[in-house]
């Protein structure tokens, strides 16, 4: 079973979540401040049991969402699930420059933010038996440990970063449709106005940019395109 941890000052959506999450297969605890998030998982790393995911609410008192997404790489790589405000778009973008692996807009329907918690844990917790080799490349990505190098350096990326780059490393020089990317690795449709894949996409090239001009291209209309 799973493992959460929620965190949202709206301490009545946080029960009926955690209802509705415990009676459909995932263990689900609740903290009301961004204080008590950074404080949970800190002791979680000291635990027998520690969270496969973290759901933060972006506005909490004492410490806000996106100041723990700051903190986060500090504490935990664990995958991270936004709530944001309907129409609040600068802080959904801002959450996944900072390394949040997806978001759902609040009020959110409790069935939908039960299936995102599952794709994102199914993606960063693949079985090692369906891992299949991927091409020769100065990038190599060790899908058992979810781990990146390139030219023998490690870099730090998200899941779903890591993800992504398996994904259009399997299809080298060819070009990735967004929305088959948005299908496969967000595991959701491509929807008008989600910028999500870019946001996710505009990190790993910073990240890479520093080994080559143009990691990945974006061709216009068509997706992205892996050159390394």
Known sequence: MPNILLGDDDEELTQLL???????????????????????????SYDVVAYDLLVL???MPKIDGLSVLRQLPNIS?????MLTAK???????????LGADDYITKPCNP???L??????IKRTTAAVSEHTPLPASRLHLDQAQRRCQIDEVELQVTGTEFDLLVALLRQKGEVVSKAWLSQHVLQ???????????VHVSRLRKKLQPFHDEPIKAIRGKGYQLVL
């Open 57 to 59: 609410d972006i506005m």
């Open 188 to 198: 959701r449709e491509l929807q008008p106005f989600d910028r999500s894949l870019d």
């Open 77 to 81: 790589d664990i995958p991270v699930i």
């Open 111 to 113: 069935r939908e933010l």
């Open 18 to 44: 955690q209802e509705y999450l415990n009676n459909h297969g995932v263990n689900c605890d609740c903290v009301h401040d961004g204080e008590a998030v950074i404080q949970r998982l800190k002791a979680s």
């Open 115 to 120: 299936a995102r918690i599952n794709a994102v």
């Open 87 to 97: 129409g609040e778009e600068i802080d959904r973008i801002i959450g996944l420059e």
